[in-house]
T-cell receptor
């Protein structure tokens, strides 16, 4: 079966712009979680969605938002980009959201 | 702040040796998972151990869990160069739906 697909793989944006990242989970997985990974902070939890509802979120500013569609595909949006938003953004899907995540290869975002 | 903290931060061993990584966490958990990440890629789920289990095996992997000490260890036996990666422990918070990862242990296996 197909894995978790994240698009795009690489992205370069300018400070102040906004960006939308996409994640297609494994077929049948209804939970999608998003993480930001940086060398200094490691893997930081952004939010988790299940059946189009956000069930939990991390400690990120309101510039970071997400949503999930009825087909379980998810998007995350970052508005007013800052240099510190440069990171690898990882999406993970699972059946219910408690364990056994399958990760995508990530989107490498560079803000200049 | 991180829920899980791995120790050591980095580990370098020869092929064929065993590698042991430790993870400590702060709050009660339902389960603890270990993941592997090859450089710049997504994470791969290795093994899950539930809070009522003490030890679990999967191939060359052995995981232990001590809930009284809030710690877990991952043992990789007979390491191979292909095991070179970062290893993370992960725990669920708030009854689930929020899995928190530790800072990771970088393992380098020399051929």
């Amino acid at each position: 079966k197909a894995g978790v697909t994240q698009t795009p793989r690489y992205l370069i944006k300018t400070r102040g712009q906004q960006v939308t990242l996409s994640c297609s989970p494994i077929s049948g997985h209804r939970s999608v979680s998003w993480y930001q990974q940086t060398p200094g902070q490691g893997l930081q939890f952004l939010f988790e969605y299940f059946s189009e509802t956000q069930r939990n979120k991390g400690n990120f500013p309101g510039r970071f938002s997400g949503r999930q569609f009825s087909n379980s595909r998810s998007e995350m949006n970052v508005s007013t980009l800052e240099l510190g938003d440069s990171a690898l953004y990882l999406c993970a899907s699972s059946l219910e959201g408690r364990y056994g995540y399958t990760f995508g290869s990530g989107t490498r975002l560079t803000v200049v | 702040s991180q829920q899980g903290e791995e120790d050591p931060q980095a580990l370098s061993i020869q092929e064929g040796e065993n590698a042991t990584m430790n993870c400590s966490y702060k709050t009660s958990i339902n389960n603890l998972q270990w993941y592997r990440q090859n450089s710049g890629r997504g994470l791969v789920h290795l093994i899950l151990i539930r809070s009522n289990e003490r030890e679990k095996h999967s191939g060359r992997l052995r995981v232990t869990l001590d809930t009284s000490k809030k710690s877990s260890s991952l043992l990789i036996t007979a390491s191979r160069a292909a095991d070179t990666a970062s290893y993370f422990c992960a725990t669920d918070l708030d009854g689930g739906f929020k899995t928190i990862f530790g800072a990771g242990t970088r393992l380098f296996v020399k051929a």
